[in-house]
Nanobody
Framework: QVQLVESGGGLVQAGGSLRLSCVAS????????MGWYRQAPGKQRELVAA???????NYANSLKGRFTISRDNAKNTMYLQMNSLKPEDTAVYYC?????????WGQGTQVTVSS
């Protein structure tokens, strides 16, 4: 069974940075495309960024240049470096598979950006 555990969220002032981590188990992590998603209050969950098994990345247009997705296959871990955070980035951030359906969603990690 796939398990995804997100961590690294918190409260930060606008302009600050956070680094999120996602540890995956129950899958052959190195061959799976993965993504970071977020859900703000009252809004639908949306894709933030994705990374293929080979390291190719894509980002939501509004986030390019501020967020960086990466992965360490040896650690079954994916990261999201978030810089220049804005209040509108406030959301629960989740990791999951990308492109071939989803595993069960984890609890996510809350990111709150104060103005």
């Amino acid at each position: 069974q796939v398990q995804l555990v997100e961590s690294g969220g918190g409260l930060v002032q606008a302009g600050g940075s956070l680094r999120l981590s996602c540890v995956a188990s129950g899958i052959i992590f190195s061959i799976r495309a993965m993504g970071w998603y977020r859900q703000a209050p009252g809004k639908q969950r949306e894709l933030v960024a994705a990374i293929t098994s080979g390291g190719s990345t894509n980002y939501a247009n509004s986030l390019k240049g501020r967020f960086t997705i990466s992965r360490d296959n040896a650690k079954n871990t994916m990261y999201l470096q978030m810089n220049s955070l804005k209040p509108e980035d406030t959301a629960v951030y989740y990791c999951n598979l990308y492109g071939l359906g989803y595993a069960d969603w984890g609890q996510g990690t809350q990111v709150t950006v104060s103005s």
